[in-house]
């Protein structure tokens, strides 16, 4: 089985600072990585995902995230944050060989609240 | 436009009374499954299907029933709903069961049950 740790339930940043978003995930098997974003009253949408590769990953709209092994995290970065990022963002993690029968295991979510 | 629909989007009933909530894809998706998320919990997954004619049991499956006749739908089904599965549901797609594939949400369905 496996879990997924999102550390901050709330991260309060100011616009324009940078912010980490931080995940660390539990598997005895490889597994895949991604970050879901929750707009308010929308449905989730990916923002990026490690499959294989480069362990640093990008998305379109600035946001990164690397995949460290060793400490089994999948922390998201973004240099600069914007009103419009605001927003619940999701770890999760899918066993690499499961195929259908193991679902996207979800952490609980970190809310990122943008002051001005 | 590609999308994951569900309806209905907003859903007061009572304890007991049957209920439906459709989901749909026209991506022509072949894997397709339901999620329920709670605070403070995340997401956790429900049932899912790999195909047509082919579902399966999730993470919490209890008090759930759903079916896969055709390729575009998945209703979830509350046969005899209780309070406990008050709760925002959603319908996620995608291309294959492969476990890289990007999974697409429906917008959610929120359900209170008294």
Same mark, same amino acid.
């Given at each position: 089985?496996?879990?997924?740790?999102?550390?901050d339930?709330?991260v309060?940043v100011?616009?324009?600072?940078p912010v980490e978003l931080r995940c660390?995930?539990?598997?005895?098997?490889?597994?895949?990585? %991604?970050?879901? #974003?929750?707009?308010?009253?929308? $449905?989730?949408?990916?923002? /990026?995902?490690?499959?294989? &590769?480069?362990? *640093?990953?990008?998305?379109?709209?600035?946001?990164?995230a690397?995949?460290?092994?060793?400490?089994?995290?999948?922390h998201l970065r973004k240099p600069?944050?914007?009103?419009?990022?605001?927003?619940?963002? %999701?770890?999760? #993690?899918?066993?690499?060989?499961? $195929?259908?029968?193991?679902? /996207?295991?979800?952490?609980? &979510?970190?809310? *990122?609240?943008?002051?001005? | 436009?590609?999308?994951?629909?569900?309806?209905?989007?907003?859903?007061?009933?009572?304890?007991?009374?049957?209920?439906?909530?459709?989901?749909?894809?026209?991506?022509?998706?072949?894997?397709?499954?339901?999620?329920?998320?709670?605070?403070?919990?995340?997401?956790?997954?429900?049932?899912?299907?790999?195909?047509?004619?082919?579902?399966?049991?999730?993470?919490?499956?209890?008090?759930?029933?759903?079916?896969?006749?055709?390729?575009?739908?998945?209703?979830?089904?509350?046969?005899?709903?209780?309070?406990?599965?008050?709760?925002?549901?959603?319908?996620?797609?995608?291309?294959?069961?492969?476990?890289?594939?990007?999974?697409?949400?429906?917008?959610?369905?929120?359900?209170?049950?008294?």
């Amino acid at each position: 089985a496996q879990s997924v740790t999102q550390l901050d339930s709330q991260v309060p940043v100011f616009e324009e600072a940078p912010v980490e978003l931080r995940c660390n995930y539990s598997s005895s098997v490889s597994v895949y990585l %991604f970050w879901y #974003v929750q707009y308010p009253n929308q $449905g989730l949408q990916l923002l /990026l995902k490690y499959l294989s &590769g480069s362990t *640093l990953v990008e998305s379109i709209n600035g946001f990164e995230a690397e995949f460290n092994k060793s400490q089994t995290s999948f922390h998201l970065r973004k240099p600069s944050v914007h009103i419009s990022d605001t927003a619940e963002y %999701f770890c999760a #993690v899918r066993p690499a060989r499961g $195929g259908g029968a193991d679902g /996207l295991t979800f952490g609980k &979510g970190t809310h *990122l609240i943008i002051q001005p | 436009e590609a999308q994951v629909t569900q309806n209905p989007r907003y859903l007061i009933t009572v304890t007991g009374k049957k209920l439906t909530v459709t989901c749909s894809q026209n991506m022509n998706h072949e894997y397709m499954s339901w999620y329920r998320q709670d605070p403070g919990l995340g997401l956790r997954q429900i049932y899912y299907s790999m195909n047509v004619e082919v579902t399966d049991k999730g993470d919490v499956p209890e008090g759930y029933k759903v079916s896969r006749k055709e390729k575009r739908n998945f209703p979830l089904i509350l046969e005899s709903p209780s309070p406990n599965q008050t709760s925002l549901y959603f319908c996620a797609s995608s291309l294959s069961h492969s476990s890289g594939e990007t999974q697409y949400f429906g917008p959610g369905t929120r359900l209170l049950v008294l």
